[in-house]
């Protein structure tokens, strides 16, 4: 079983930055891929960005594209989304999730694990 557990979320201003991070802890962890995804009130959850574990090719969708950069440490079992030029409709839930085979990489349904989401909110 993994546990991925998101830190970094908070209350930031338009413009500003912040950092998510997501532990991953349990038995050996070497997925195929870690996402990012995101659920604003009252939307469904959707793909925000997702890199692949061993070589890090990375996947990014056209709202975050440019502000946002995922990457990954292996060694930590780490993955972070840096988010930058925030904007108020980036105001979601975060989630992170991984991916044991290969799938699709914007498909929630392709995940095996997730965490428990952490909360950003982009004020004007």
């Known amino acids: 079983q993994v546990q991925l557990v998101e830190s970094g979320g908070g209350v930031v201003q338009a413009g500003d930055s912040l950092t998510l991070s997501c532990k991953a802890s349990?038995?050996?962890?070497?997925?195929?891929?870690m996402g990012w995804f995101r659920q604003a009130p009252g939307k469904e959850r959707e793909f925000v960005a997702g890199?692949?574990?061993?070589?890090?090719?990375?996947y990014y969708s056209d709202p975050v594209m440019g502000r946002f950069t995922i990457s990954r440490d292996n060694a930590k079992n780490t993955g972070t989304l840096q988010m930058n030029s925030l904007k108020p409709e980036d105001t979601a839930v975060y989630y992170c999730?991984?991916?044991?085979?290969?799938?699709?990489?914007?498909?929630?349904?392709?995940?095996?694990?997730w965490g428990q989401g952490t909360q950003v909110t982009v004020s004007p």
């Open positions: 349990g038995r050996t962890f070497s997925p195929y891929t």
């Open positions: 890199i692949t574990w061993r070589d890090g090719r990375t």
């Open positions: 999730a991984s991916q044991n085979l290969v799938g699709p990489i914007a498909r929630l349904q392709a995940y095996d694990y």
